[in-house]
């Protein structure tokens, strides 16, 4: 949701070349931008351009496809199909192949079921650790190692949740150890209540990480490190409470996808080794809006200090966060 306001900042969420905009009357006239950049939008009366300029440089005033305009163009493909223009000079009718510029419905597959992002509403704030720090990624690339370093390492600075479960104590689990311990018809009060981040079944059990949960590490004045399923990304976004730092973890190449599955003992075929590329794609295309940090896990020290590297740059730098988190 955009606010009212005629000039505001927002953070782009897609590429956009007015050198490739066919809809746009004049190429000069357009603001070249990549996403991640963050415009500030100096008029927004006309419905389908904006003027814009790039925060760290004023002067690049230009014209920006509004939401509207954008969303349009991209439920649409357009492809080019040659068809007989008949045009009449001096009286005389004369044949011309023109190019038509035809409009047709994408698939939903096409758009993968993705959210239409396109601009975000983002205000300066000056520099502050952000209340979670989210791992996501896909299973075997690092994630929990990761995250289990950090919280060995500085456990005065980081801490995980205590999941709950369904599921009764087996001999020596202690409740608030490795579980919470509840009855399933508590859990399903309190999932269908939406105070959990997520739940699932397993074996006729329920599991899931209670929101209370994350309050928990909070309030000891920690960084509560998730290591969750990108389903959990818009809930932590949009809440205003959990001011998230989202990395996602990236597949490496296949080469260094069997190293790291070698070293963590597990036994991956080449098919599978190709899927988990795909998945790990495909989870960076479809939550694009919501992570702030891609990291390829070619090396897990080196992506463990890419990490500790962008936390320190978060308490010294200023921050560009979505506007709900302030107002
Ligand atoms: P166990 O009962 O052996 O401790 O855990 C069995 C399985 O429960 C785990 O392998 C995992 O798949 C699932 N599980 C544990 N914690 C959670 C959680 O917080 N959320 C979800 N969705 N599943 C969990």
Redesign the pocket.
């Known amino acids: 949701q955009l606010s009212n306001k005629l000039s505001c900042y927002m953070r782009a969420l897609f590429d956009y070349d007015p050198k490739e905009d066919t809809l746009l009357p004049c190429k000069e006239i357009g603001l070249e931008f990549k996403r991640g950049d963050i415009l500030q939008v100096s008029d927004r009366k006309d419905p389908n351009w904006w003027q814009a300029s790039h925060v760290e440089n004023p002067d690049t005033v230009g014209l920006i496809p509004s939401p509207e305009l954008e969303e349009r163009r991209k439920a649409y493909v357009a492809p080019e199909a040659d068809f007989v223009h008949k045009i009449s000079i001096c009286g005389a009718r004369i044949s011309k192949k023109k190019k038509k510029f035809v409009y047709e419905s994408r698939s939903s597959v096409q758009l993968e079921g993705a959210e239409l992002a396109l601009y975000e509403e983002v205000a300066r704030t000056p520099p502050f650790l952000r209340r979670v720090l989210a791992l996501v990624g896909t299973r075997g690339v690092g994630r929990r190692t990761i995250k289990n370093r950090m919280i060995q390492e500085h456990s005065d600075r980081f801490g995980a949740?205590v999941?709950?479960?369904s599921?009764p104590p087996?001999p020596m689990e202690e409740n608030g150890q490795?579980?919470w311990f509840v009855s399933r018809e508590e859990m399903e009060r309190d999932a269908h209540a939406g105070r959990f981040l997520?739940?699932?079944?397993?074996?006729g059990?329920?599991?899931?990480?209670h929101l209370d949960s994350i309050r928990a590490v909070m309030k000891e004045g920690k960084m509560c490190i998730l290591d969750c399923?990108p389903q959990s990304l818009k809930l932590l976004h949009n809440s205003g409470e959990f001011l998230p730092f989202v990395v996602m973890i990236a597949a490496p190449g296949i080469e260094q996808l069997r190293n790291l599955t070698y070293a963590s003992n597990r036994n991956l075929t080449e098919e599978d080794m190709k899927q988990t590329l795909e998945e790990s794609a495909r989870i960076q295309r479809q939550n694009e809006k919501y992570i702030d940090l891609v990291i390829t896990n070619n090396n897990i020290d080196t992506t463990y200090s890419k990490i500790n590297d962008a936390l320190h740059s978060l308490s010294t730098d200023h921050q560009w966060v979505p506007v709900s988190w302030i107002y």
């Open positions: 949740v999941p709950h479960t599921r087996r490795s579980y997520e739940y699932g079944e397993h074996n059990h329920l599991y899931g990480t399923a």
